[in-house]
């Protein structure tokens, strides 16, 4: 983030092997909370939220989909989203995208800006599946979700989608409640299955990474009328045996996160407190930490 609720739209390249950092061309549309997931080699970016251009500090949904070649440092603009959101979740399946949930204004509502507070504008979360077909640059509409969401993790194991944790109600983190649901789809067949083993701790905005069959939550936060906290806790949820383990801590308590599986090590990145950095109470001096969880076997 830049001045208040103003992503940036940076990208860069990590090398695990030289360790170092190598700055590539920004998004097309600089935004924040998007929806992202590889397929092929490629990046593809759904929605997200934009800083408007007049009035107050907010979130404006958008409806753009982008897809990122590495190898040439190149986007390409794709069909958009059927529904302008942000903080939905992405995941590919065999050469298709599903992008779930996520938040807008109420239905029938005008695609406002979202303005944060009790007197600001009305907000819902979404249970909307769509599929994006790579292939055809085509999108269709799935079974809904059976518990409408934003800020939370989608990931993919053996072909089966599994969306846990994250918000309902509101976009903002002070007006919305968090769920430890767990939910399973099959994409093949369109179908919701029965409710999963339940996320131990409650929280939004974690980092999700797919390793040997287990689907690793790290990071998050949580706000309710107690207390607002970011979160150290990294756990694994074993798909195939509907168990969660326990994982060595990160050093850092931060969200939102962002990580990736390279080999046996799950890479994250963000900064401590994200939402001091999108409030523009953290500085940029303040950096942003960067740590590695090497997995060397299961319990």
């Known amino acids: 983030m830049g001045e208040l609720y103003a992503p940036l739209g940076l990208v860069f390249e990590y090398d695990p092997a030289a360790r170092s950092w190598t ?11 998007v929806a992202v997931a590889e397929s092929g080699g490629k990046i593809y970016l759904f929605g997200g939220f934009k800083k408007p251009a007049s009035g107050p500090p907010a979130w404006e949904a958008v409806d753009n989909a982008w897809e990122y070649n590495p190898a040439g440092d190149t986007w390409k603009p794709l069909k958009p989203l059927p529904t302008p959101r942000g903080a939905s979740s992405a995941a590919a399946v065999n050469g298709r995208i599903y992008v779930m949930g996520g938040a807008a204004v109420q239905p029938g509502t005008q695609n406002l800006p979202l303005v ?13 599946v769509e599929e994006y077909d790579v292939a055809s640059n ?10 409408p969401r ?13 969306a846990l944790g994250g918000r309902t ?17 099959d994409p093949a067949a369109n179908q919701w299955g029965l409710e999963r083993a ?23 936060s949580m706000t309710d009328a107690r207390v607002s906290a970011t979160f150290r ?14 994982l060595p801590p990160v050093p850092v308590d931060r969200a939102p996160v962002a990580a990736a599986a390279l080999g046996d090590t799950i890479y994250l990145i963000s900064a401590p407190d994200g939402y001091k950095l999108q409030t523009g109470e953290r500085r940029p001096s303040d950096g942003s930490p960067f740590d590695a969880l090497r997995i060397r076997m299961w319990p």
């Open 23 to 33: 700055k590539k061309k920004a998004m097309p549309l600089p935004a924040h909370q």
């Open 116 to 128: 944060p507070g009790p007197d600001g504008t009305p907000s819902r979360s979404l249970s909307s």
């Open 138 to 147: 085509s999108w269709r509409s799935l079974t809904s979700m059976p518990t």
């Open 150 to 162: 934003n800020h939370f993790a989608l990931a993919a194991v053996n072909g089966k989608l599994y």
């Open 169 to 185: 109600g509101s976009a903002f983190a002070d007006l919305a409640s968090d769920v430890q649901v767990v939910e399973e789809f």
């Open 198 to 220: 339940k996320m131990s701790t409650l929280r939004d905005s974690m980092a999700a990474a797919v390793y040997d069959g287990h689907i690793c939550l790290i990071g998050g």
């Open 233 to 246: 806790i990294a756990e694994a949820y074993d798909a195939a045996k509907d168990q969660w383990l326990v």
